[in-house]
């Protein structure tokens, strides 16, 4: 991750532009010179954006010295983000500036450091310095291993199966690749057509079933869904092979027997991430094979589908990186989930690193004990064969172009999909901007209904009932325009989660209710043991 501070094409197109154009730099300059003059006599306006919790203490509040040094710094950040808005990038290009100086920017914050941090050194002085003694071992903690960042999460407060990845239910499908979990109904009578869940092929599945009363999973179930969830196995180098068509062929293989123990001729499918690209590529292939009637619909969570200007991540992904790449981990055979771990981090430093460097070295304080947290640190590998097509399809873009790519020996044309879509995406998700999550609906055949959570990457699928500060903007006349603005300018804000909405439109399109099962499984499909499996332990 070093090479997100070394220069690279896109920064020296920035610094050429500025070059060029030194009345923008002078002007930047000067008008940086004049409040840090305001702030020297202590009538800057500057303030810490919403939700920057770095300044929020009443150290950096009550006192002038602090505060006017937190003001500097914040001042000085406004500068270069200016810079970069008057260089006039391409988005790619203004992606890649914008990462790189941010992350040293906020590498940069004082609230990083102990000699400039008003909370760190009131706590060392009050702790006589045993708070430092104790950050030096949680320093070494951390340094001891992989991905070598500060520990996010206090992991033994949590047990996968007890308190997370906890809902009642059964394996009755185990391969080499995947065991299908099956949920135990909790109404007297179920809806016809199954809900099987597809998740991401670099994660552990129970972000779907995080937590009682945080899970999806248990939702659905409550509302009288009959739901099965996969869990892929984690690889090894033993299984560099695994890719794009090992896992879509696990997924309809999971898709058949769900539809054979519940006696059903149609299914729901959800994906999200990664998991919700395989659901529109498995709708794809349905329809070229004449049996789209499987499919009483879809739902894609926070997946983008066009990857051009796809946010910071695919901003790096070019041919060459993405060669260099997939040729590194063919020689290893994996990816491993320390590497992914640490990539997404750096994304988002100031929540997923700075933060936990002053929580745990200079605070000396255990980071808490979140479930959220849990599963991210919960982390997975990547074959290197899914790598090599993932990677394919983000520089080639080719899921968005029809034909371009195959799924199975199918070409992937989404046009083709008729089947009604429940698309997903977060206002403030850093991985999957909300705008090209919505580019899905112009590529979809059938009935689209987009909604936008209020909510991050993740944050946004873990939405459960009860959250006073849960929202969803949903259009109001039910269309999807073209444009995203467009559609955001008509949509209607809803209080409450999406959760109810989808349980509501799923109940639209899944038949009749009859009579719960009895048991997990069938004749044919056997309970193997209680979900949540042993992959997942993994």
Same mark, same amino acid.
């Given at each position: 991750?070093?090479?997100?501070?070394i220069?690279?094409?896109?920064?020296?197109v920035?610094?050429?532009? +500025?070059?060029?154009?030194p009345?923008?730099v002078?002007?930047?300059?000067?008008?940086?010179?004049?409040?840090?003059?305001?702030?020297?006599?202590g009538?800057?306006?500057?303030?810490?954006?919403?939700?920057?919790?770095?300044?929020?203490?009443?150290?950096?509040q009550?006192?002038p010295m602090?505060?006017r +040094?937190?003001?500097?710094?914040?001042?000085?950040?406004?500068?270069?983000?200016?810079?970069?808005?008057?260089?006039?990038?391409?988005?790619q290009d203004?992606?890649?500036?914008?990462?790189a100086l941010e992350?040293?920017?906020?590498?940069a914050?004082p609230?990083?450091?102990?000699?400039?941090?008003?909370?760190?050194?009131?706590?060392?002085?009050?702790e006589?310095?045993?708070?430092?003694?104790?950050?030096?071992?949680?320093?070494?903690?951390?340094?001891?291993?992989?991905?070598?960042?500060?520990?996010?999460?206090d992991?033994s407060s949590?047990?996968?199966?007890?308190?997370?990845?906890?809902?009642?239910?059964?394996? #009755?499908?185990?391969?080499e690749?995947?065991?299908?979990?099956?949920?135990?109904?909790?109404?007297?009578?179920?809806?016809?057509?199954p809900?099987l869940?597809v998740p991401?092929m670099?994660?552990k599945?129970?972000?779907v079933?995080?937590?009682?009363?945080?899970?999806?999973v248990?939702?659905?179930?409550?509302?009288?869904?009959?739901v099965?969830?996969?869990?892929?196995?984690?690889?090894?180098?033993?299984?560099s092979?695994?890719?794009?068509?090992?896992?879509?062929?696990?997924?309809?293989?999971?898709?058949?027997?769900?539809?054979a123990?519940?006696?059903?001729?149609?299914?729901?499918?959800g994906?999200?991430?990664?998991?919700?690209?395989?659901?529109?590529?498995l709708?794809?292939?349905?329809?070229?094979r004449g049996?789209?009637?499987?499919?009483?619909?879809?739902?894609?969570?926070?997946?983008?589908?066009?990857?051009?200007?796809?946010?910071?991540?695919?901003?790096?992904?070019g041919?060459?990186?993405?060669?260099l790449?997939?040729?590194?981990?063919?020689?290893?055979?994996?990816?491993?989930?320390?590497?992914?771990?640490?990539?997404?981090?750096?994304?988002r430093p100031?929540?997923? #690193?700075?933060?936990?460097?002053?929580?745990?070295?200079l605070?000396?304080?255990?980071?808490?004990?979140?479930?959220?947290?849990?599963?991210n640190a919960?982390?997975?590998?990547?074959?290197?064969?899914?790598?090599?097509?993932?990677?394919?399809?983000?520089?080639n873009?080719?899921?968005?172009?029809?034909?371009e790519?195959?799924?199975?020996g199918?070409?992937?044309? +989404?046009g083709? #999909?008729?089947?009604?879509?429940?698309?997903?995406a977060?206002?403030?998700?850093?991985i999957t901007p909300?705008?090209?999550?919505?580019a899905?609906?112009?590529?979809?055949?059938?009935d689209?209904?987009f909604?936008?959570?209020n909510?991050?990457?993740?944050?946004? +699928?873990?939405?459960?009932?009860?959250?006073p500060?849960?929202?969803?903007?949903?259009s109001s006349?039910?269309?999807?325009?073209?444009?995203?603005?467009e559609?955001?300018s008509?949509?209607?804000?809803?209080?409450?989660?999406?959760?109810?909405?989808?349980?509501?439109w799923?109940?639209?399109?899944?038949?009749?209710?009859?009579?719960?099962p009895?048991?997990?499984?069938?004749?044919?499909?056997?309970?193997?043991?209680?979900a949540?499996g042993?992959y997942?332990?993994?």
């Amino acid at each position: 991750m070093i090479d997100r501070f070394i220069p690279g094409r896109a920064e020296l197109v920035f610094g050429t532009k +500025l070059v060029r154009r030194p009345d923008r730099v002078v002007r930047r300059a000067s008008s940086l010179v004049a409040e840090l003059g305001r702030v020297a006599v202590g009538a800057s306006s500057v303030e810490p954006s919403r939700g920057d919790r770095r300044f929020a203490g009443e150290e950096w509040q009550d006192s002038p010295m602090w505060s006017r +040094l937190a003001k500097a710094y914040l001042a000085a950040g406004g500068t270069i983000d200016g810079l970069v808005s008057d260089a006039r990038l391409s988005v790619q290009d203004e992606r890649r500036v914008r990462f790189a100086l941010e992350n040293l920017v906020d590498a940069a914050a004082p609230s990083n450091f102990l000699l400039t941090n008003p909370v760190a050194l009131d706590a060392t002085v009050s702790e006589k310095g045993a708070n430092l003694v104790r950050g030096a071992r949680n320093f070494v903690r951390d340094m001891s291993e992989a991905p070598r960042l500060p520990s996010s999460v206090d992991g033994s407060s949590f047990e996968v199966g007890v308190d997370v990845a906890a809902t009642p239910g059964a394996v #009755v499908l185990r391969t080499e690749l995947f065991e299908l979990l099956h949920y135990a109904p909790q109404t007297t009578h179920v809806r016809e057509a199954p809900v099987l869940l597809v998740p991401p092929m670099v994660n552990k599945y129970y972000l779907v079933d995080l937590a009682p009363d945080r899970s999806l999973v248990e939702h659905l179930v409550r509302q009288g869904q009959q739901v099965f969830a996969m869990s892929w196995r984690n690889p090894s180098a033993a299984e560099s092979a695994w890719d794009l068509d090992t896992y879509a062929a696990g997924a309809v293989e999971a898709m058949d027997a769900a539809l054979a123990i519940t006696g059903s001729d149609r299914i729901h499918l959800g994906g999200n991430c990664s998991g919700g690209t395989m659901v529109a590529a498995l709708a794809s292939r349905l329809e070229a094979r004449g049996e789209a009637g499987k499919l009483a619909g879809i739902m894609l969570g926070v997946t983008v589908i066009d990857a051009r200007e796809a946010g910071t991540a695919s901003a790096f992904m070019g041919p060459e990186l993405a060669r260099l790449a997939v040729a590194a981990v063919d020689r290893r055979g994996i990816l491993d989930g320390a590497s992914l771990q640490s990539f997404f981090a750096w994304l988002r430093p100031n929540d997923l #690193v700075w933060n936990y460097v002053v929580n745990n070295y200079l605070l000396g304080r255990t980071p808490p004990a979140f479930d959220l947290l849990f599963w991210n640190a919960d982390t997975t590998n990547m074959a290197a064969g899914l790598l090599r097509d993932l990677a394919d399809m983000a520089v080639n873009n080719s899921m968005a172009c029809p034909g371009e790519m195959s799924v199975l020996g199918d070409p992937v044309d +989404l046009g083709a #999909v008729k089947s009604d879509a429940y698309i997903v995406a977060g206002t403030a998700d850093h991985i999957t901007p909300w705008e090209n999550c919505y580019a899905t609906t112009q590529m979809l055949g059938g009935d689209v209904r987009f909604v936008l959570s209020n909510a991050g990457h993740v944050a946004a +699928l873990v939405n459960p009932p009860g959250n006073p500060k849960a929202r969803f903007a949903v259009s109001s006349s039910g269309s999807c325009p073209a444009s995203a603005s467009e559609w955001r300018s008509d949509a209607d804000e809803v209080v409450g989660t999406w959760w109810n909405d989808w349980c509501a439109w799923l109940a639209d399109r899944s038949g009749s209710l009859k009579r719960a099962p009895r048991a997990c499984g069938s004749k044919a499909f056997p309970v193997l043991g209680p979900a949540p499996g042993e992959y997942v332990r993994g």
